[in-house]
């Protein structure tokens, strides 16, 4: 649902959705295997704002998100049991302004994953030269998550490479990346430009 709020001008959005028994992965079962009672939810405000400082003709159109996956039963800690945490939250900033009669689009975003600690961050300014022809450039770049990669193996511990110490039970497991969220990517900033042609 959505609430338009008078005073301040947000715009509050909801949306969620209920799973019963949904397919999961646990650790602490013999096969890996196992259900959840799953609720996914998101929270999102979003507002025309004038900056005047930055543009005293235009408004920006800010936009923040918070998202969860909430499992209901979850089993474990942070490095065994579920691979994921009870709740994953993340919560995200957008925004986008308009220069020069709107051909000139600044986009600016900010990603946050809770559980993961990791970050994205990206930037881009368009230009549309015309009705047909525009120029696009920006860069996004991912940080974080770096110290979530040990999960312990279950019952098949003894077939995957040991933890950095011997006296570590966790392991870098097939979970790793998954576990590392957002910040298993980490290693692919992106630096983009484009020329494109509309008909």
Do not use: C
Request: proline share 3%.
């Amino acid at each position: 649902f959505d609430y338009f709020e008078p005073w301040s001008g947000v715009v509050f959005r909801v949306e969620s959705s209920w799973t019963v028994d949904e397919l999961v992965n646990n650790t602490m079962a013999t096969d890996w295997t196992d259900t959840s009672t799953v609720m996914r939810w998101s929270i999102g405000l979003d507002r025309p704002t004038w900056i005047k400082w930055l543009n005293k003709d235009r408004t920006f159109f800010l936009s923040m998100q918070i998202f969860d996956t909430w499992y209901w039963d979850h089993e474990g800690d942070k490095h065994e049991g579920y691979f994921t945490d009870e709740h994953n939250f993340i919560t995200t900033f957008f925004y986008i302004a308009n220069y020069l009669r709107d051909t000139l689009k600044p986009v600016g975003f900010v990603v946050w994953e809770e559980a993961s600690n990791s970050w994205v961050a990206g930037q881009s300014v368009e230009w549309l030269i015309d009705n047909h022809w525009s120029i696009k450039g920006g860069f996004n770049i991912i940080w974080g998550g770096t110290n979530n990669f040990r999960h312990d193996a279950g019952p098949f511990r003894s077939f995957v490479v040991p933890g950095v110490s011997g006296n570590d039970p966790y392991n870098h497991s097939v979970f790793g990346a998954a576990h590392e969220g957002i910040g298993a990517l980490r290693d692919n900033d992106e630096l983009f430009f484009q020329l494109k042609y509309q008909f």
